[in-house]
């Protein structure tokens, strides 16, 4: 497994991952931001992805809408995409996340084909560029997020991999080992972030490894499931204070790599 974490798109990105001792960036290019912007800054990311030694690890867009009322395919949002793959081949970056968003006036058997309909596009498009491409279990605008799903989504597409959060899973009701142990095997791709909840309630998202969640049990559970690829640190606005916020991911860093016995 790497250790690495989500950044932004600027040099002091990875010279904090190169200081932290990561193997990888993660960019994120959700809804809102601009897609083409962020293609012409790939000739710098190269550069600065050889000047430190930094790959990168996965590219992901959150919070878009894919399907239309009548359940189909936007056209706009799934050429985005396929930039998005373009991007990461290009960066030889292996992996790509995406969800799916569900249409309160069609019913859930008609939402699941659509979604397959949806991510078999993007795995046909993504064949031969050496990128694999998955769901996330955030809940944002995406309801391919549960067990119940991925058996019906999943279950039909099985080069479709799934972005793996404990914390969305411990906030909405899952058990998180659970849901690795069963679909560890399918993970392409891991979260770190953290989470807290008190009374049934959550209370905050403190740096990974500074909470609640059995880091050392659900590393052990990727392993036993033969997973070897990125475990990406999410910085959250956590109760820290503003001048501790650097200092959690250095916290953060320095845990996992404890677990995963780095020297």
Same mark, same amino acid.
């Given at each position: 497994?790497?250790?690495?974490?989500?950044?932004?798109?600027?040099?002091?990105?990875?010279?904090? @991952?190169?200081?932290?001792?990561?193997?990888?960036?993660?960019?994120?290019?959700?809804?809102?931001?601009?897609?083409?912007?962020?293609?012409?800054?790939?000739?710098?990311?190269?550069?600065?992805?050889?000047?430190?030694?930094?790959?990168?690890?996965?590219?992901?867009?959150?919070?878009?809408?894919?399907?239309?009322?009548?359940? @189909?395919?936007?056209?706009?949002?799934?050429?985005?995409?396929?930039?998005?793959?373009?991007?990461?081949?290009?960066?030889?970056?292996?992996?790509?996340?995406?969800?799916?968003?569900?249409?309160?006036?069609?019913?859930?058997?008609?939402?699941?084909?659509?979604?397959? *309909?949806?991510?078999?596009?993007?795995? *046909?498009? @993504?064949?031969?560029?050496?990128?694999?491409?998955?769901?996330?279990?955030?809940?944002?605008?995406?309801?391919?997020?549960?067990?119940?799903?991925?058996?019906?989504?999943?279950?039909?597409?099985?080069?479709?991999?799934?972005?793996?959060?404990?914390?969305?899973?411990?906030?909405?009701?899952?058990?998180?080992?659970?849901?690795?142990?069963?679909?560890?095997?399918?993970?392409?791709?891991?979260?770190?972030?953290?989470?807290?909840?008190?009374?049934?309630?959550?209370?905050?998202?403190?740096?990974?490894?500074?909470?609640?969640?059995?880091?050392?049990?659900?590393?052990?559970?990727?392993?036993? *499931?033969?997973?070897?690829?990125?475990?990406?640190?999410?910085?959250?606005?956590?109760?820290?204070?503003?001048?501790?916020?650097?200092?959690?991911?250095?916290?953060?860093?320095?845990?996992?790599?404890?677990?995963?016995?780095?020297?």
């Amino acid at each position: 497994m790497k250790l690495g974490m989500i950044g932004a798109v600027e040099e002091e990105s990875f010279i904090q @991952a190169q200081r932290r001792r990561l193997s990888f960036l993660e960019f994120c290019v959700n809804e809102g931001d601009d897609v083409d912007a962020f293609r012409a800054q790939l000739g710098r990311i190269t550069v600065w992805k050889q000047q430190y030694g930094i790959g990168i690890g996965s590219i992901g867009r959150w919070k878009s809408e894919r399907i239309d009322a009548n359940g @189909a395919i936007l056209p706009e949002e799934s050429e985005r995409c396929f930039k998005l793959i373009d991007a990461c081949a290009e960066l030889g970056c292996p992996s790509f996340v995406a969800g799916c968003n569900y249409v309160d006036g069609l019913s859930f058997y008609d939402n699941c084909t659509s979604a397959i *309909r949806f991510f078999e596009k993007l795995l *046909r498009y @993504a064949n031969g560029k050496g990128v694999k491409v998955s769901t996330y279990n955030c809940r944002k605008v995406n309801f391919v997020n549960t067990p119940e799903v991925w058996k019906i989504v999943h279950g039909h597409l099985p080069e479709l991999g799934i972005k793996f959060d404990p914390s969305h899973a411990r906030f909405f009701g899952g058990d998180y080992m659970q849901e690795a142990l069963d679909w560890g095997h399918r993970f392409y791709h891991v979260h770190l972030k953290g989470s807290l909840i008190v009374g049934g309630v959550k209370v905050d998202e403190p740096p990974a490894g500074m909470d609640q969640t059995d880091w050392p049990s659900f590393i052990a559970v990727l392993r036993s *499931r033969g997973y070897d690829a990125g475990l990406s640190i999410e910085p959250r606005k956590s109760a820290l204070p503003d001048e501790l916020a650097a200092a959690g991911i250095d916290y953060s860093a320095n845990y996992f790599r404890s677990l995963l016995l780095e020297r």
